[in-house]
């Protein structure tokens, strides 16, 4: 399978708990990209990369909220201390350039 | 900002029916302009796309063109099937910020035998 995946697909935490989700995007996509979904909404937009430089930060990612892709491979994203209200899905997508997009089938998080 | 406004959901058919999903687009720039389907359970997958105004993008039966005089992008389909039941996102994306997408809040179709 040569398309993004995503690691866990599921995960239960306990409030201020750190989790890490992983992102292994399309092979030779230079760019990567991390959305936040919540049920019953449209995909909100967190940051990207191109290559391992991180591009463009939202303002949906607090100061908990950390993401890197040290050698502009697989990324991580990391939630420190989570919180109920970071209960959602979080989703991976990859491009080459400006070409189209494609995206993992998510890490569910749930925060007890 | 640019946004993407479309039709509320669910929207419940009988198969063969013929569907159709409105979004409409605010944005200031040029965008290249998608619709991406989510089935249950899954992750988002791109269903077709239009990079420029009067492109028509189609895939599995499904057509949208873009619009820019009226700033559209309406989904539709002749003959909807059950296996058409998912939800369906309008996209954005400006050429500047590539893969900044902007997503519609999702339109439930649900396909009865």
């Known amino acids: 399978d040569t398309g993004v995946s995503q690691d866990p697909r599921h995960k239960i935490t306990k409030r201020g708990q750190n989790v890490t989700f992983r992102c292994d995007p399309i092979s030779e996509h230079n760019r990567l990209y991390w959305y936040r979904q919540t049920l019953g909404q449209g995909p909100e937009f967190l940051t990207y990369?191109?290559?391992?430089?991180?591009?463009?930060k939202s303002r949906l990612l607090s100061d908990r909220f950390s993401a890197e892709r040290p050698k502009g491979s697989f990324s991580t994203l990391e939630i420190q201390r989570t919180e109920q209200g970071d209960s959602a899905m979080y989703l991976c997508?990859?491009?080459?350039?400006?070409?189209?997009?494609?995206f993992g089938e998510g890490s569910w998080l749930t925060v007890v | 900002g640019d946004s993407v406004t479309q039709m509320e959901g669910p929207v419940t058919l009988s198969e063969e029916a013929f569907l159709t999903i409105n979004c409409t687009y605010t944005?200031?720039?040029?965008?290249?302009l998608f619709w991406y389907v989510q089935y249950p359970g899954e992750g988002l997958q791109l269903l077709l796309k239009?990079?420029?105004?009067?492109d028509k993008g189609s895939n599995k039966g499904f057509e949208a063109t873009y619009r820019k005089e009226t700033t559209s992008f309406h989904l539709e389909k002749g003959s909807v099937q059950v296996s058409d039941s998912a939800v369906y996102f309008c996209?954005?994306?400006?050429?500047?910020?590539?893969?900044?997408?902007?997503f519609g809040a999702g339109t439930q179709v649900v396909v009865t035998p």
């Open positions: 239009a990079t420029k105004a009067d």
């Open positions: 997508a990859s491009s080459l350039s400006t070409g189209p997009i494609y």
């Open positions: 996209v954005l994306s400006d050429l500047v910020s590539w893969g900044k997408l902007q």
């Open positions: 990369f191109q290559n391992e430089a991180q591009l463009e």
């Open positions: 944005a200031t720039g040029y965008p290249s």
